[in-house]
């Protein structure tokens, strides 16, 4: 049974920082896959902020411009585990974010963590 269990989120003050997890078990993590992460405000849209496609050696992050320069997207296959890392937080980064996996043509949700950028 494929899982992803989200972490990390919490209140943060404009300008600052955190990071989240998804830590993914279930599968052989250092497979081909594509992996992202979306999020959700209240009233809006889930929208794509970052995706990772790993195929061998390969990998590849693409970003939303709204968070380019201040996010960055990795992956730890030694803990089966994907981080958002997220600098330079504004009060519109507030919202729920969510863990994404595509893999052998299956599609997984993490269970999201809440990210509030407020002073």
């Known amino acids: 049974q494929v899982q992803l269990v989200e972490s990390g989120g919490g209140l943060v003050q404009p300008g600052g920082s955190l990071r989240l997890s998804c830590e993914v078990s279930g599968i052989e993590f250092s497979s081909s896959k594509t992996m992202r992460w979306y999020r959700q405000a209240p009233g809006k849209e889930r929208e794509l902020v970052a995706a990772t496609t790993t195929s061998g050696s390969f990998i590849y992050t693409d970003y939303v411009d709204s968070v380019k320069g201040r996010f960055t997207s990795s992956l730890d296959n030694t803990k089966s585990t994907q981080y958002l890392q997220m600098n330079s937080l504004k009060p519109e980064d507030t919202a729920v974010y969510y863990c994404?996996?595509?893999?052998?043509?299956?599609?997984?949700w993490g269970t999201g963590t809440q990210v509030t950028v407020s002073s």
């Open positions: 994404f996996l595509v893999h052998l043509g299956s599609e997984y």
